[in-house]
């Protein structure tokens, strides 16, 4: 209980310094991603994640204290294969969200649903 709370006081005041807190993640799932970033709009960049050489899994949002990191459905807008990993960042956030994981640190402090907390995949 105590490492519930303790998360949870993390969740909130380490990601206070955004336009709002990210306590309302779990409303965003089956959205397209452009509404996540619309509405969090205080970010200092993005980038595509790949967990497979070639393959992108995830977008990641970089905020001033914490990170989203947003994973798709499937991909029916953006194709997720490029060998040059350039792949359209805008067809991307047509996406539909199936899952959030909030960062710190590179540690998975919050997720929607809760087994993303341990593994994307």
Known sequence: MKNIIVISLLFLFGCSSNKKAFDDIDSFIG?????FLSNYNQYDSIY?????????SSLRVIYDSCDIELFPTR??????????????????????????????DDYAIDACPKSFLASPD
């Open 31 to 35: 959205k397209p991603i452009a509404t």
């Open 48 to 56: 595509v994640v790949c967990r497979k050489p070639f393959v992108a």
């Open 75 to 104: 991909f029916t807008h953006m194709e997720p294969s490029d060998s040059s990993m350039q792949w359209d960042k805008e067809l991307f956030k047509l996406e539909i969200i199936r899952a959030i994981r909030v960062l710190q």
